[in-house]
């Protein structure tokens, strides 16, 4: 099995390399407004999203008009690209798209696989375009290249896909602009600096944390303290990418002792009767993500409260 999973990686480094290669030959789109890409070089969670919504923020309260070109992965709608209205749900277009969308009122979220043709939809209305999870995608000229890297597990065991974590090789850090270490407020690990000095030469390194802000009561939306949830005990869930992460920053920050974890598959579909048998005796209040509070179904009946845990990023330099 592993013999055939070092094939597998092989072929897909090679497909990728090729694909880069042919976008190296072909005319990119350009659009009339510069577009910022956040991406990775890994599968999971970096914090890309949370990253774009950050960007989107500081850029709008700088007086830009900014728009977020999206995927929509797990989005089922006809008819691309599609502006993310109030008329969509998170199924349309995809939970991150719809969270997103809710989260940062006055922005504009496309939600198309093609992000040239939603790029030149965007450009219509925008000063600046925002590609999230784009630094794989080459068919759109990019003016700055944003690649976040997981300060404490970077690059896995440094394997391609299906073998590791990597998306592509990690020599693809020469395209970046401008690299961001996650889950690093502190010192930078040394090696990692050297390494990635040694496939992009002076590009910039800002550190980043990520941080508990406050509460969000589900289903209605109400932001509350974090000091709301103390003492309760507490029963966590999540289909995210990375849960371990999900739980230690819950733990962390909230004076509340956890006493129920479920972890889901990435962008789980949550159905009433699954979560109907969640927890176990003792639960005082329900935990998640804000991108997983998006997927609750509405006609679910807790008989506990249900928060999101909404973060934001700390970022230096």
Known sequence: ?????????????????IHRKIYDWLPKTRLAVPVVVVGNLTCGGTGKTPMVVHLAKKLG??????AILTRGYGG???GLPIKVGPQHR?????????????????????????RSRSGRRAAETADVILL??????????????IVLIDALNPFGNGKLLPLGPLREPISGLKRATRVVLMRCEGEPPAALMALIEHYSPGTPVSLCGLRASHLVAWPSGAELPLN???????????????PQRFR????????????????????????????????????????TTEKDAVRLPLDWQPGVPVYALAIELALKG
């Not at 309260?61 to 900014?66: E, F, H, M, N, Q």
């Not at 999230?132 to 290249?145: I, N, V, Y």
């Open 1 to 17: 099995m592993t013999f055939l999973f070092h094939i597998l990686s092989w072929v897909y480094g090679l497909g990728a390399c």
């Open 228 to 242: 709301t949830l103390n003492g309760k005990a507490l029963g966590l869930f999540c289909g995210i990418a990375n």
């Open 61 to 66: 309260a700088s007086g830009k008009r900014v």
């Open 76 to 78: 089922h709608c006809n």
């Open 248 to 287: 230690e920053l819950s733990e962390k920050t909230l004076a509340a002792p956890v006493v129920f974890c479920q972890a889901f598959a990435d962008h789980h579909p949550f159905s009433k009767k699954e979560l109907e048998g969640l927890g176990c005796p003792g639960i005082q209040a329900f935990l």
């Open 90 to 114: 998170y199924e349309d277009v995809g939970d991150e798209a719809y969270w997103m969308a809710k989260k940062l009122p006055g922005v504009a979220v496309w939600v198309d696989p093609k």
């Open 132 to 145: 999230d999870d784009g630094f794989q995608h080459h068919a759109l000229h990019s003016d700055e290249r």
